[in-house]
């Protein structure tokens, strides 16, 4: 079955420097992928998305690439700051019927100042 | 900023209650769903409506139950509610629009934190 994961539960940096992100999945039919960003007590909010027949894709201050050889996600922020502090997660759908995305554990991401 | 609304935030009541969870959304998304969410964990996928009248089983088995009499709303019934129901409920909806990658993205609410004494 499907199986999104990610390397590490949690991630600290500082202010300032870059983040990078990583997700695993296991099933090569997927053909999307999102990242969200889930902070305390609120539901996820969407930050980056990218098709299969990409394999970079950059938005403000933070960049997906996807590796589909080795079925690697990343997800990049640049100049982190104190409010990127979060969860993320990532997600993968693949395009059988309905769309449903399958999410990972999430990664914390620990800015401090 | 989506506009989808859960209401309550947080609920907390006793074993053997029945309870509904309110879910709304004003985009006029087609699809809704219902994802529930341990703490630190990732999200399940309980429930799923394409539109008006169409209701899903999630990945994850629930007890609980889903309507879909409107598009904007998609409440959903726990009719004894247990200790083990005790979880954040997500709410999230979507329209496919276009062949854009950002057509499939889902919009969340901020959840409804359930706990079942």
């Known amino acids: 079955g499907e199986n999104v994961g990610l390397h590490l539960p949690t991630l600290s940096v500082q202010e300032g420097d870059n983040s990078i992100i990583n997700c695993a999945y296991s099933n090569s039919a997927s053909d999307y992928f999102i990242w969200y960003k889930q902070e305390s007590g609120k539901g996820p909010q969407f930050i980056i998305d990218i098709r299969s027949n990409m394999d970079k894709r950059q938005g403000q201050r933070v960049t997906v690439l996807l590796n589909k050889t080795v079925k690697h996600l990343s997800l990049q922020i640049a100049a982190t700051q104190p409010g990127d502090s979060a969860v993320y997660f990532c997600?993968?759908?693949?395009?059988?019927?309905?769309?449903?995305?399958?999410f990972g554990t999430g990664t914390r991401l620990l800015v401090s100042p | 900023e989506a506009d989808i609304y859960q209401t309550p935030r947080y609920l907390v009541i006793g074993t053997g209650k029945k309870i509904t969870l309110e879910c709304s959304q004003t985009?006029?998304?087609?699809?809704m769903y219902w994802y529930q969410q341990d703490p630190g964990m990732e999200l399940h996928l309980i429930h799923y409506?394409?539109?008006?009248?169409?209701?899903e089983k999630g990945d994850l088995s629930s007890e609980s139950t889903v309507s879909r009499i409107r598009t904007e709303h998609f409440p959903l019934t726990l009719e004894s509610a247990r200790p083990s129901h005790t979880s954040q409920y997500l709410c999230a909806s979507s329209s496919r629009t276009g062949g854009t990658a950002t057509n499939e993205k889902l919009f969340f609410g901020s959840g409804t934190q359930l706990s079942v004494l």
């Open positions: 985009m006029g998304h087609d699809k």
């Open positions: 997600a993968e759908s693949k395009k059988t019927g309905f769309q449903k995305l399958v």
């Open positions: 409506s394409y539109g008006v009248n169409s209701t």
